[in-house]
């Protein structure tokens, strides 16, 4: 099997469509799918060394496997990371990277603007086992200083953050944190690999949800860690290969196909969302939009100044609460209702009754989630048809 050494220094997009793929005897054009669990050794010296570490070789697809490999390989390029490992979904990456970096005793800080289930690992589980947790306003620079001052091991954020597409400073957090000694971890799923590189801006490691727009076609969970060499060999490997949150070589594979499209899909849903995001600030009954890309967002300048593009997330709140909330939603025929997000189907959520029903409504309110707000995840579909459905939705409620 060789590996096309050649790859690493091509153009971001030929790294999409070919990074990290390994040729089997047989000279396949697509990355070959390895459905196995295990590997046989020619000799018992053979299976000594491996486990000693001195043979480089598949031992079981728990620690690493071929499809697998691929997949990592070709993240690990277009994020230019030392080093990546995958997980069977994003929730076993935030879990798996959030336990591979702290223990009973530590402190970890993070953004209150939390997909639901980092929010619940956050508050919840993570003080089960001894780790003090904090929540501060992610925008609010003076909170982040006041709280790493009193010393953290570790910083969680997710920008632009669900559902409320807020964005926090990348750069003045990891000097705030590197200052205090503090590892950051940087949910990355809204972004994409594509339009925003946590680690220039100094994090340690970033996570994503490969279930969204990596894969993008509604067909599988999947997850990935993305940091130094060092982080990945000394903090996570051992971690990973004993507790046994992997990826499946399936998932894996179709995740490459998904890669070899992602440039194209993200640039469309880009055009699509501002597009509709635009439409949305001239339609009446809608009290508010929200989205990086126009220049009402709170943080325009700082949107366009860390990402390269504002995603495919947009967010309105649709004047009536959630009586018209939730009969705009049924009255849609075309967007389908979804929490999912990153799809080439465009979809809805209402955020205060699904992924963020957990919350008190005044945690809610802290965070901005009203009971009428809305949010779209803006597809591959054409434009006009997206717009056509919102509007007869608006119109006939
Ligand atoms: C979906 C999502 C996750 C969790 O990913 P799964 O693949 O569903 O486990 C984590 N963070 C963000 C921001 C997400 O959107």
């Given at each position: 099997?060789?590996?096309?050494e050649?790859?690493?220094?091509y153009?971001?997009?030929?790294?999409?469509?070919r990074?990290g793929?390994?040729?089997?005897?047989?000279?396949e054009?697509?990355?070959?799918?390895?459905?196995?669990?295990?590997?046989v050794?020619?000799?018992?010296?053979?299976?000594e060394?491996a486990?000693k570490g001195?043979?480089?070789?598949?031992?079981?697809?728990?620690?690493?496997n071929p499809?697998?490999?691929?997949f990592?390989e070709?993240?690990r390029?277009?994020e230019?990371?030392e080093a990546c490992r995958?997980?069977?979904s994003?929730?076993?990456?935030?879990f798996?990277?959030?336990?591979?970096l702290?223990?009973?005793?530590?402190?970890?800080?993070?953004?209150?603007?939390?997909?639901?289930s980092?929010?619940?690992i956050i508050t919840?589980?993570?003080?089960?086992?001894?780790?003090e947790?904090?929540?501060?306003?992610?925008?609010?620079?003076?909170?982040w200083?006041?709280?790493?001052?009193?010393?953290?091991?570790?910083?969680?954020?997710?920008?632009?953050?669900?559902?409320?597409?807020?964005?926090?400073d990348?750069?003045?957090?990891?000097d705030?944190?590197?200052?205090?000694?503090?590892?950051?971890?940087?949910?990355?799923v809204?972004?994409t690999?594509?339009?925003q590189?946590?680690?220039?801006?100094g994090?340690?490691v970033v996570?994503?949800?490969?279930?969204?727009?990596?894969?993008?076609?509604?067909?599988?969970?999947?997850g990935?860690?993305?940091?130094?060499?060092?982080?990945?060999l000394?903090?996570?490997?051992p971690?990973?290969?004993?507790?046994?949150?992997?990826?499946?070589?399936?998932?894996?594979?179709?995740?490459?196909?998904?890669?070899?499209?992602?440039?194209?899909?993200?640039?469309r849903?880009?055009e699509?969302?501002?597009a509709?995001?635009?439409?949305?600030?001239?339609?009446?009954?809608?009290?508010?939009?929200?989205?990086?890309g126009?220049?009402s967002?709170?943080?325009?300048a700082?949107?366009r100044?860390q990402?390269?593009?504002?995603?495919?997330?947009?967010?309105?709140t649709?004047?009536g609460g959630k009586?018209?909330?939730?009969?705009?939603l049924?009255?849609?025929?075309?967007?389908?209702?979804?929490?999912?997000l990153?799809?080439?189907?465009?979809?809805i959520?209402?955020?205060?009754t699904?992924t963020?029903?957990?919350?008190k409504?005044?945690?809610r309110?802290?965070?901005?989630?009203?009971?009428?707000?809305?949010r779209l995840?803006?597809?591959l579909e054409?434009?006009?048809d997206?717009?056509?459905d919102?509007?007869?939705?608006?119109?006939?409620?």
């Amino acid at each position: 099997m060789t590996r096309d050494e050649k790859a690493m220094a091509y153009r971001p997009q030929t790294q999409l469509v070919r990074g990290g793929q390994m040729r089997s005897p047989f000279d396949e054009t697509a990355e070959a799918l390895y459905l196995t669990s295990g590997y046989v050794y020619k000799c018992a010296e053979d299976a000594e060394a491996a486990f000693k570490g001195d043979l480089d070789r598949f031992i079981y697809s728990r620690y690493a496997n071929p499809t697998i490999a691929m997949f990592e390989e070709r993240m690990r390029l277009m994020e230019g990371a030392e080093a990546c490992r995958a997980t069977g979904s994003g929730m076993g990456a935030v879990f798996t990277a959030l336990l591979s970096l702290t223990k009973a005793g530590d402190r970890v800080v993070a953004s209150r603007a939390l997909f639901g289930s980092c929010l619940f690992i956050i508050t919840e589980l993570l003080p089960r086992y001894g780790i003090e947790t904090v929540l501060v306003d992610g925008t609010d620079m003076a909170q982040w200083e006041a709280e790493l001052a009193k010393g953290a091991a570790c910083v969680f954020v997710e920008t632009p953050a669900n559902p409320t597409l807020e964005i926090i400073d990348l750069r003045a957090l990891c000097d705030l944190a590197k200052s205090a000694g503090a590892k950051v971890i940087v949910d990355n799923v809204f972004a994409t690999p594509l339009l925003q590189k946590p680690l220039e801006f100094g994090a340690d490691v970033v996570v994503y949800s490969a279930t969204k727009h990596i894969d993008g076609q509604g067909r599988t969970l999947g997850g990935v860690i993305l940091g130094t060499e060092k982080y990945v060999l000394e903090d996570l490997q051992p971690f990973t290969r004993h507790t046994g949150p992997a990826m499946s070589p399936f998932n894996a594979w179709v995740l490459l196909k998904g890669l070899e499209t992602l440039e194209l899909r993200v640039q469309r849903h880009c055009e699509n969302a501002l597009a509709l995001a635009q439409f949305l600030e001239q339609q009446p009954g809608i009290e508010r939009v929200l989205y990086p890309g126009l220049e009402s967002h709170p943080q325009a300048a700082l949107a366009r100044r860390q990402m390269g593009g504002p995603s495919s997330l947009v967010t309105f709140t649709i004047e009536g609460g959630k009586e018209r909330a939730f009969s705009f939603l049924n009255s849609l025929k075309l967007i389908d209702i979804s929490n999912n997000l990153g799809d080439s189907k465009s979809l809805i959520t209402h955020p205060a009754t699904t992924t963020h029903q957990r919350l008190k409504p005044e945690e809610r309110a802290a965070m901005g989630i009203g009971d009428g707000m809305v949010r779209l995840s803006v597809g591959l579909e054409d434009v006009e048809d997206v717009k056509e459905d919102i509007f007869q939705a608006l119109i006939g409620r």
